[in-house]
Nanobody
């Protein structure tokens, strides 16, 4: 079984920073893309940032220049550094990853449980 565990959410004032972490564990052969999504109350879940196994990144226009995604392949962990936070960044943030798992080898997409980020004005 493979799981993703997020940490680092919380309450911060506008203009502040938070760093989210997401660690993968379980029977893993390799990890392809990893990413962060968010879902605000009454809105659809949206992609915030993603990173490939080779380190290529993409960001939502709303977070470009403020958020940075990175990963530590040795630790099977992805990070999201969030700076200059705005009240509109308030949401539950979810980690997502595509794995190749063994026995039998196959692709597996997994979601984390979510971590709440609240930005006060």
């Amino acid at each position: 079984q493979v799981q993703l565990v997020e940490s680092g959410g919380g309450l911060v004032q506008a203009g502040g920073s938070l760093r989210l972490s997401c660690a993968a564990s379980g029977s893993i052969f390799s990890i392809n893309a990893m990413g962060w999504y968010r879902q605000a109350p009454g809105k659809q879940r949206e992609l915030v940032a993603a990173i490939t196994s080779g380190g290529s990144t993409k960001y939502a226009d709303s977070v470009k220049g403020r958020f940075t995604i990175s990963r530590d392949n040795a630790k099977n962990t992805v990070y999201l550094q969030m700076n200059s936070l705005k009240p509109e960044d308030t949401a539950v943030y979810y980690c997502n990853a595509e794995f190749i798992v063994p026995a039998p080898y196959r692709y597996l997409e997994v979601w984390g449980q979510g971590t709440l980020v609240t930005v006060s004005s």
